[in-house]
């Protein structure tokens, strides 16, 4: 991304309008902007991207600026008041944190409404070790969808001035997502398990929605495991989803699909023998069970203390479709609508080559997606 330059006898005020339509400002020269946008339904589009415009004038005298809007949209549900707040409060002490290595004086810190949204700003001084002595103006806004970062770098003199205010005041900030309209994993990579016994339909890198293209992993010749890892910027949390598939040696009953999926599931993230109810619903050629809980999270990812869990069976093959993160984002239409995208086809098994499959692909222990799972015992009812 380059970076535009403006000198004291080329300044103009414009209006820009993000590509992403969420926001509109005015600023002293054109902004050079960074977008990716990540779609979650048929319908809306999610975007990370970041503008900024720089202004130098040292020719004329020692100023040197830079005007920044920064944008993430969540991938879960609408945003509520009181996570707002939450959010706002930890925001003020992790920017404090970012100045900490740089001798930072907060000087000014307030939480309360800018141009109609709920929002913190800070002023901060601090010394920059390429640039000596500077200060820093940001805000921080919230709407439903969207954390909306705009500051203003320079010396501390201009932080308040009229051009300052007139970036601060002019803008406007929408509601919601973008509104495109198109088809959920229309243009995702299809991907069959190592058996062949399911197909699933998973994103490529989207930064900074998805970062890695889906692992796979052919654990034994009757286990494998399909698995990506989405993030959301808003909330800073990771989404983990799996998908385990297995192969026995003989039919399953419903008190062998229990046992197996206790035992190399539910049991990781529970301590307690609390009672879940499981929905069980038959196809024509197969029977799927579900259930979602509270959990005990992993020590590497303690916000996700919330599991969804579905599962397929026929004859002697399962498929476990496992999401592990925080409630909000388990439960959002775009994990919905993800899990729905793939096929369970036991019948296929059979027709796959057995081919070796290179290890570096096949066999690589995967980073993000691992997780340390506490051990525990949990017991469950089928209705």
Same mark, same amino acid.
């Given at each position: 991304?380059?970076?535009?330059?403006?000198?004291?006898?080329?300044?103009?005020?414009?209006?820009?309008?993000?590509?992403?339509?969420?926001?509109?400002?005015?600023?002293?020269?054109?902004?050079?902007?960074?977008?990716?946008?990540?779609?979650?339904?048929?319908?809306?589009?999610?975007?990370?991207?970041?503008?900024?415009?720089?202004?130098?004038?040292?020719?004329?005298?020692?100023?040197?600026?830079?005007?920044?809007?920064?944008?993430?949209?969540?991938?879960?549900?609408?945003?509520?008041?009181?996570?707002?707040?939450?959010?706002?409060?930890?925001?003020?002490?992790?920017?404090?944190?970012?100045?900490?290595?740089?001798?930072?004086?907060?000087?000014?810190?307030?939480?309360?409404?800018?141009?109609?949204?709920?929002?913190?700003?800070?002023?901060?001084?601090?010394?920059?070790?390429?640039?000596?002595?500077?200060?820093?103006?940001?805000? *921080?806004?919230?709407?439903?969808?969207?954390?909306?970062?705009?500051?203003?770098?320079?010396?501390?003199?201009?932080?308040?001035?009229?051009?300052?205010?007139?970036?601060?005041?002019?803008?406007?900030?929408?509601?919601?997502?973008?509104?495109?309209?198109?088809?959920?994993?229309?243009?995702?990579?299809?991907?069959?398990?190592?058996?062949?016994?399911?197909?699933?339909?998973?994103?490529?890198?989207?930064?900074?929605?998805?970062?890695?293209?889906?692992?796979?992993?052919?654990?034994?010749?009757?286990?494998?495991? *399909?698995?990506?890892?989405?993030?959301?910027?808003?909330?800073?949390?990771?989404?983990?989803?799996?998908?385990?598939?297995?192969?026995?040696?003989?039919?399953?009953?419903?008190?062998?699909?229990?046992?197996?999926?206790?035992?190399?599931?539910?049991?990781?993230?529970?301590?307690?023998?609390?009672?879940?109810?499981?929905?069980?619903?038959?196809?024509?050629?197969?029977?799927?069970?579900?259930?979602?809980?509270?959990?005990?999270?992993?020590?590497?990812?303690?916000?996700?203390?919330?599991?969804?869990?579905?599962?397929?069976?026929?004859?002697?093959?399962?498929?476990?479709?496992?999401?592990?993160?925080?409630?909000?984002?388990?439960?959002?239409?775009?994990?919905?609508?993800?899990?729905?995208?793939?096929?369970?086809?036991?019948?296929?098994?059979?027709?796959?080559?057995?081919?070796?499959?290179?290890?570096?692909?096949?066999?690589?222990?995967?980073?993000?997606?691992?997780?340390?799972?506490?051990?525990?015992?949990?017991?469950?009812?089928?209705?």
């Amino acid at each position: 991304m380059g970076v535009s330059i403006a000198n004291a006898d080329d300044i103009k005020w414009i209006l820009y309008k993000s590509d992403t339509g969420i926001f509109d400002v005015r600023a002293a020269n054109k902004f050079d902007t960074k977008t990716s946008s990540f779609r979650i339904d048929d319908e809306r589009i999610a975007n990370s991207s970041t503008a900024i415009s720089v202004v130098d004038q040292r020719r004329f005298k020692d100023t040197f600026k830079s005007y920044l809007i920064k944008i993430d949209q969540t991938i879960g549900p609408a945003l509520t008041y009181d996570q707002i707040e939450t959010f706002l409060n930890y925001e003020i002490q992790n920017y404090t944190n970012r100045y900490i290595d740089m001798n930072a004086v907060i000087k000014n810190k307030e939480l309360k409404y800018f141009n109609g949204k709920p929002g913190a700003e800070l002023q901060i001084s601090y010394e920059d070790p390429d640039m000596g002595a500077r200060s820093t103006r940001v805000r *921080i806004l919230y709407t439903d969808a969207t954390r909306v970062e705009q500051s203003l770098t320079g010396d501390e003199h201009i932080l308040y001035g009229y051009q300052a205010k007139k970036f601060f005041k002019t803008l406007l900030i929408r509601d919601g997502l973008s509104y495109t309209e198109g088809k959920l994993g229309g243009d995702w990579g299809t991907h069959t398990s190592p058996m062949g016994l399911f197909t699933v339909f998973l994103p490529h890198p989207a930064p900074p929605y998805v970062m890695k293209e889906p692992r796979i992993k052919a654990a034994s010749k009757n286990s494998e495991l *399909i698995s990506q890892t989405f993030y959301d910027p808003v909330w800073g949390h990771k989404i983990f989803y799996r998908v385990h598939g297995y192969k026995f040696n003989q039919e399953l009953s419903m008190a062998n699909v229990k046992k197996v999926l206790f035992d190399k599931h539910v049991s990781k993230y529970k301590r307690d023998s609390s009672t879940f109810q499981f929905t069980k619903t038959p196809t024509e050629n197969h029977m799927i069970l579900e259930t979602e809980m509270n959990i005990n999270p992993p020590s590497k990812a303690l916000h996700a203390n919330f599991a969804r869990l579905r599962v397929f069976f026929a004859k002697n093959y399962m498929v476990v479709q496992e999401i592990i993160s925080t409630k909000p984002l388990a439960t959002s239409t775009l994990i919905d609508k993800t899990m729905n995208l793939i096929e369970f086809h036991p019948d296929k098994v059979n027709e796959v080559s057995q081919k070796s499959q290179n290890p570096s692909e096949s066999q690589t222990k995967p980073q993000e997606e691992e997780l340390e799972e506490p051990e525990g015992k949990v017991e469950a009812t089928v209705n």
